[in-house]
């Protein structure tokens, strides 16, 4: 059967068969009074509600939007949604005035969240990432990224990436797997982490790649964490399982993560707050696309925020995505990211749009299925309580975010949490 919304006020497309760059990053498509119409899951016509009306059959189930805004479904291209317990108290310790970087030298950190993951069951795992990824589609998200990390031995990390592949068969959330074994130093590797990166390549990449559960791998190269040369073997052995690369790089410190990304051939190179401009021209050079994590820099009540308008200016199809974590960004919404990358990295709202979608998309690969109001992609929709799309981030925080279809099923939160 046919479905269809029609009188969009604004029928955000943000159409393109490619990622956007430069000045087309403002290019959102929008059609006015606009209506689109799918089939089995599938959009089958976009256009105008004139244009759309001879298309539509007499028992279609038809929504009317009455001048609000749709967009594509958001596409959150970082998060590391499978979590145990929450961090509130070192949340608490940082307004006291404590650093992330004390906390996790002290213990806590990524590795109290590896205490909890460890020691929950997959069924528990499951029940709280079901959670996580319902307060994303309250938000507006339909597709995520999902990275382990949080488990750092080989069946802690099997477990996450399996409730990973859970979450994806059983849906709404379209998920996108990434295995990040080296996200820090377990306990029982410490001062040995060349050993451990060892684990991660010959024992871990290995199993992952058997079970075909993840796509990507990705390490956390950071002075708290892995060094390049070890962030350089790890690669080289996730490229040989067929996995391809998402990295954390020059986060906290500024130490050339950007030119390793480009060197590794990753696709993608995330965080960036301290990169420099080698860095940026080496990610241009090399065609890695740049994922902005402004939530983690608000988190964590820093104040350096990643260069977004140098990147721009470079030509890089700049993505934003939440890092959606219990330690440095707890946030699951893409709106509030949108309105901090307008409030303190110069973006506009039509770029931050882009960014969270079409952009987003094409940085998984899944630029073909999702990311646009395009024939023939998953009907992915978000429908906003409000008519002009510039007020998604403008009333930050507010709960703009009032229908989510996902492939052409229509998800009340209540369905989301079934
Ligand atoms: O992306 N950078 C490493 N990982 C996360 C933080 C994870 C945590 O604190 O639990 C990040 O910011
Ligand atoms: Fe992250």
Redesign the pocket.
């Known amino acids: 059967m046919k479905s269809a919304i029609i009188h969009c006020g604004q029928l955000v497309t943000v159409s393109g068969s490619g990622p956007k760059t430069g000045p087309a990053m403002s290019d959102l498509g929008i059609i006015p009074d606009g209506a689109v119409i799918w089939e089995e899951g599938r959009i089958t016509h976009v256009g105008t509600t004139d244009e759309l009306r001879p298309h539509l059959p007499p028992d279609s189930q038809t929504t009317d939007l009455e001048g609000k805004v749709l967009t594509p479904g958001l596409v959150d291209a970082h998060t590391?949604l499978v979590f145990a317990g929450s961090r509130a108290n070192e949340f608490e310790a940082r307004a006291q005035g404590k650093s992330y970087v004390e906390i996790a030298a002290e213990g806590g950190?990524?590795l109290s969240?590896v205490r909890a993951v460890r020691t929950a069951t997959e069924d528990e795992l499951f029940d709280q990432a079901r959670q996580h990824a319902d307060w994303m589609i309250a938000n507006g998200t339909t597709t995520a990224e999902s990275k382990s990390g949080y488990g750092l031995d080989l069946e802690s990390e099997l477990k996450i990436l399996r409730v990973n592949r859970r979450l994806r068969e059983q849906g709404p959330l379209k998920i996108s797997s990434t295995f990040l074994g080296a996200?820090a130093v377990p306990p029982e590797f410490k001062g040995r982490s060349d050993d451990y990166v060892a684990l991660v390549e010959d024992e871990m990449l290995p199993a992952v790649a058997r079970e075909g559960l993840a796509t990507w791998c990705d390490v956390?190269c950071e002075s708290i964490a892995f060094r390049q040369e070890q962030t350089a073997r790890i690669a080289s052995a996730a490229k040989s399982h067929g996995l391809k690369l998402r990295l954390?790089v020059d986060?906290l410190t500024s130490a050339g993560g950007a030119q390793l990304a480009a060197r590794l051939g990753a696709k993608t190179a995330d965080h960036l707050e301290l990169v420099s401009a080698e860095g940026i021209r080496a990610l241009a050079d090399k065609g890695v696309t740049p994922v902005h994590?402004p939530a983690?820099v608000f988190c964590l009540g820093h104040t350096t925020y990643p260069p977004a308008r140098a990147m721009i200016a470079a030509g890089l199809p700049v993505v934003l995505a939440t890092?959606f974590?219990?330690?440095?960004?707890p946030t699951p919404s893409l709106p509030f990211v949108m309105s901090l990358a307008c409030t303190q990295m110069g973006m506009t709202p039509a770029e931050a749009l882009l960014a969270c979608t079409l952009n987003a998309a094409h940085s998984l690969d899944l630029g073909h299925d999702v990311g646009s109001i395009d024939v023939g992609k998953s009907a992915d929709l978000t429908a906003w309580n409000c008519s002009d799309y510039r007020e998604i981030p403008y009333f930050a925080g507010a709960p703009l975010c009032q229908h989510v279809w996902a492939s052409g099923q229509l998800l009340t939160r209540r369905q989301a949490s079934d």
Request: proline residues 6%.
């Open positions: 590391h950190g990524i969240t996200h956390f954390h986060q994590l983690s890092d974590n219990p330690g440095s960004s």
